[in-house]
């Protein structure tokens, strides 16, 4: 077995056929062939079944293609290492983020990344959080932004900001009639919510009366789609304080602090596996965060001290 070989299967499971995974290797399809049929052998088992409708990954096929990507990546990870060492900023970096940040950070942070790092190549993921702790333990993702606390990981976590909520009431929605003050307790049959998942829900909806009842609450999968919602059918939501720069002058006009205690809120942070060393990539990507949420918001420590991963050198 080399890596060769366990290119071209990540290849075919990737494209599921055989002249375009080669296409992709830079090899002819014969070749590519001969290569997996020789390590299918080598292996004992098969890696893939073939008909001439498809090609799909057998079960033992699924567990080794996983593994040869964790290597292929680990193997990439051995001269990004020795940039990272020697001061040099190429490579790639693979960040994945959960869908109810990107908005307010992904455009900027590509801009100012590229133009700070030109020779890194930079790679952007949006998923759920599901599927960003399942690529993260892959290896396919270097590093993941989301909301904190994560239950049940034992990942590295390193504090980057708090977001407060605010809420975004519709035209004819009487503010002046709803309660008001630090212990504010909102109708929840009135508040339209975001899916489960999407890092909101629970924070956000902690100073409704009753957050099980609502004849009115949709699950809707984007902020953006609540804003239109309540704009359309009336009612309130909850949004994110960097949506506030999203809005119209006229929408803006319909946004209130929350005024219950606690106030709602979100912490922000970055996800490393503990075996992560590329110091100057998380600094790479500090930088840039830096230009990009106010400062008023930013962790103490996050916006003061570069990020020191080692505890130790020798």
Not at 15 to 26: I, K, N, P, Q, S
Not at 29 to 38: C, D, E, G, N, V
Not at 84 to 92: F, L, P, Y
Not at 241 to 255: A, S, W
Request: net charge negative; glycine share 6%; hydrophobic share 40%.
């Amino acid at each position: 077995m080399n890596l060769q070989q366990m290119e071209y299967i990540v290849a075919l499971d990737k494209y599921r056929h055989f002249v375009l995974a080669a296409e992709a290797c830079g090899v002819t399809q014969p070749t590519l062939s001969a290569m997996i049929q020789k390590l299918e052998e080598e292996l004992d088992v098969k890696i893939f079944e073939r008909s001439r409708r498809s090609v799909v990954p057998t079960s033992i096929g699924v567990k080794i293609i996983r593994q040869a990507q964790t290597a292929l990546n680990e193997t990439q990870r051995i001269k990004e290492v020795v940039a990272d060492e020697t001061g040099a900023m190429n490579g790639s970096l693979h960040i994945g983020i959960v869908p109810t940040i990107a908005p307010y950070i992904v455009p900027d942070f590509i801009y100012h990344f590229q133009h700070a790092y030109p020779n890194m190549k930079l790679h952007l993921d949006e998923r759920d959080n599901k599927g960003l702790l399942q690529e993260l333990a892959y290896g396919n993702l270097d590093m993941i932004m989301t909301t904190s606390p994560l239950e049940g990981t034992s990942l590295l976590e390193i504090p980057v900001y708090v977001e407060r909520f605010v809420v975004y009431f519709s035209e004819g929605c009487q503010w002046d009639t709803l309660p008001s003050g630090p212990g504010m307790l909102l109708p929840a049959d009135q508040m339209w919510v975001l899916k489960e998942g999407h890092c909101v829900h629970g924070e956000a909806t902690s100073f409704c009366k009753n957050q099980e009842v609502g004849n009115h609450v949709y699950e809707a999968g984007s902020i953006e789609t609540l804003i239109r919602i309540v704009d359309r059918n009336g009612g309130y939501t909850i949004i994110p304080e960097l949506h506030v720069g999203f809005l119209t002058d006229k929408q803006r006009e319909h946004v209130r602090p929350i005024e219950s205690m606690p106030s709602p809120q979100r912490r922000i942070s970055i996800f490393l596996k503990e075996d992560f060393v590329r110091e100057r990539a998380v600094n790479a990507v500090r930088e840039t965060l830096l230009k990009i949420i106010p400062a008023r918001m930013l962790d103490e420590r996050f916006g003061k001290h570069d990020i020191r991963l080692r505890r130790s050198r020798n």
